[in-house]
T-cell receptor, first 110, second 116 residues
């Protein structure tokens, strides 16, 4: 049974810093890994999806990597802004299931 | 473009009352549809998914049921709510395909359910 873990649970950084969010998973037999953003009381916004055959995906200031063999993914945020403050979730898809981590709550201070 | 709607946005219901949450998708045909629950302090849990009209797969045995009466409509129901049913319910869709969870998922705005 897939388990997805996100560390740290919370992170506070000053504006302008580059930062990395971590996601680990126990079963490497996945179709893809997806990163989401969730603002308080809102639904999830898809940020990046990495197929199992890919190593990374980029969108603007975001870069996500995937290392299936080690069961790890990272989300790199460059030049963080206060508007990046949110909870970031990673999720793996495999078999007939999608498993989410508990999320990392990011606060970017002006 | 595709959009996904959920209603109501918030709901307060007493224990033992029935429940009906609705999700509709516009701008696509035969999407895969999903219901998730996010309980306070916990991650998202997949409840049901559907790859077509009348086709429902349940991931977790519980007090809830789902139905898909139309191609782009997904309904989450309960006959008698429990306190433990409180949470944030999210509907999502993905492009159609044989593997229900193999594609990027797009989420609706959610319904906040409080059972009192």
């Amino acid at each position: 049974k897939q388990e997805v873990t996100q560390i740290p649970a919370a992170l506070s950084v000053p504006e302008g810093e580059n930062l990395v969010l971590n996601c680990s998973f126990t079963d490497s037999a996945i179709y893809n890994l997806q990163w989401f953003r969730q603002d308080p009381g809102k639904g999830l916004t898809s940020l990046l999806l990495i197929q199992s055959s890919q190593r990374e995906q980029t969108s603007g200031r975001l870069n996500a990597s995937l290392d299936k063999s080690s069961g790890r993914s990272t989300l790199y945020i460059a030049a963080s802004q206060p508007g990046d403050s949110a909870t970031y979730l990673c999720a793996t898809s495999g078999g007939n299931d999608m498993r989410f981590g508990a999320g990392t709550r990011l606060t970017v201070k002006p | 473009s595709q959009t996904i709607h959920q209603w109501p946005a918030t709901l307060v219901q007493p224990v033992g009352s029935p429940l009906s949450l609705e999700c509709t998708v516009e701008g696509t045909s035969n999407p895969n549809l999903y219901w998730y629950r996010q309980a306070a302090g916990r991650g998202l849990q997949l409840l049901f998914y559907s790859v077509g009209i009348g086709q429902i797969s349940s991931e977790v045995p519980q007090n809830l049921s789902a139905s898909r009466p139309q191609d782009r409509q997904f309904i989450l129901s309960s006959k008698k709510l429990l306190l433990s049913d409180s949470g944030f319910y999210l509907c999502a869709w993905s492009v159609p395909g044989g593997r229900a969870h193999a594609y990027e998922q797009y989420f609706g705005p959610g319904t906040r359910l409080t059972v009192t």
